[in-house]
């Protein structure tokens, strides 16, 4: 089982598959509500050379408020991840599958919450396209 969604930009630059990125997902509910860049983060930490990399933290805050009032551990689960990073001479985005942590959950209305949070996300990572 895959655990997340990608697709690979061709003639996209890195400012443009995050702007890309977060308005597909806005376009789905979901805002960005951190953003880590992992390059600047290895490098100032390790004063390691790490190639363009950022961690998105995408919420949609109405799922977020039923999983959270139906199992306040769900927490553990959120943000959803987004990747955006250099990949060779293209840009790679790429989203968990929130599915993917289904089995875990035993709770028929928290699995149909994921489901639904995972076609969203797919559709957003499903709308982006190289330039």
């Given amino acids: 089982m895959s655990y997340s969604f990608s697709k690979r930009l061709e003639n996209t630059t890195f400012e443009e598959a995050v702007a890309l990125i977060t308005k597909g997902l806005a376009n789905e509910g979901f805002g960005i509500l951190s953003s880590v860049d992992m390059k600047q983060t290895l490098k100032?930490?390790?004063d390691e050379d790490f190639k363009r990399y950022t961690i998105l933290g995408a919420c949609n805050p109405s799922?977020?408020?039923?999983?959270?009032n139906d199992e306040d551990l769900m927490g553990l689960f959120l943000p959803?991840?987004?990747v955006v990073q250099e990949d060779g001479?293209?840009?790679k985005v790429s989203a968990i599958d929130p599915s993917s942590f289904i089995n875990?959950?035993?709770?028929?209305?928290?699995?149909?919450?994921?489901?639904q949070v995972r076609d969203r996300i797919s559709g957003a990572i499903e709308t982006l396209n190289s330039k």
């Fill in 89 to 91: 001479d293209a840009i």
């Fill in 44 to 46: 100032t930490k390790l």
């Fill in 63 to 68: 799922f977020a408020n039923i999983l959270l």
């Fill in 80 to 82: 959803c991840n987004v």
């Fill in 104 to 115: 875990i959950v035993n709770d028929e209305k928290i699995e149909a919450i994921i489901l």
